[in-house]
């Protein structure tokens, strides 16, 4: 397998294929991207938010996020599929699977980002401005690859989500691990405190 801008096998993710490029999308197309993009998020975090472009806007971060939590929502309906068999899957739960999940995944980064960056301006975390949290928290969702794992994937998601949002805090905000680990800590026990007086 050669680099960019030579003939690659499909689907061959090489480190050297996304060390110069970022988040940006690297030929030959998306999916090369959002692959290689998983594998520097998840393994790499400090030198990935390092290599993010200063002006880089909400889109791609965004389109990450909910292109991840629709492949988790994949793997889940092919594994019920496996078990059940088509005939068990009616037509409006097909929907629910396909269209729903983006929707929750789209308004959970804005609360997740906006609680964080909240308590990050009071702790002094928040120095790269609201679209660096955001992108974290976005980027953060990398680590929802380890869902698929038996038993405990969905606790080993959760800690690798958070450590990839916490890396990417201190990065885009030039800030400390301590601060960036007590902005998301505060902003969930924040949450756990609100949300059920607000239900």
Do not use: N, Q
């Not at 959002?34 to 002006?55: H, I, K, M, N």
């Not at 301006?121 to 992108?135: D, P, Q």
């Amino acid at each position: 397998m050669t680099g960019r801008g030579k003939p690659v096998a499909f689907l061959a993710v090489a480190e050297d294929d996304f060390v110069d490029g970022g988040p940006e999308p690297p030929r030959p197309g998306a999916l090369r991207w959002f692959v290689g993009t998983t594998f520097r998020a998840f393994y790499r975090p400090t030198e990935f938010f390092r290599s993010l472009p200063a002006d880089g806007g909400y889109g791609r971060p965004l389109v990450y996020a909910l292109l991840m939590v629709w492949l988790v929502v994949l793997l889940g309906f092919a594994d019920m599929l496996l078990r059940r068999g088509v005939s068990g899957v009616d037509r409006a739960y097909v929907l629910r699977v396909c269209l729903i999940p983006p929707v929750y995944a789209f308004a959970f980064v804005l609360a997740a980002s906006a609680a964080i960056h909240v308590v990050g301006l009071i702790i002094r975390c928040s120095a790269g401005g609201y679209k660096s949290t955001f992108t974290a928290c976005a980027y953060g969702s990398a680590g929802m690859v380890l869902i698929v794992l038996p038993i405990v994937g969905i606790y080993l998601s959760a800690v690798w989500c958070f450590i990839i949002t916490v890396v990417g805090l201190r990065e885009l905000h030039g800030s400390t691990t301590l601060r960036a680990a007590l902005a998301v800590i505060l902003a969930v026990v924040a949450a756990g405190f609100l949300l059920p007086a607000l239900a």
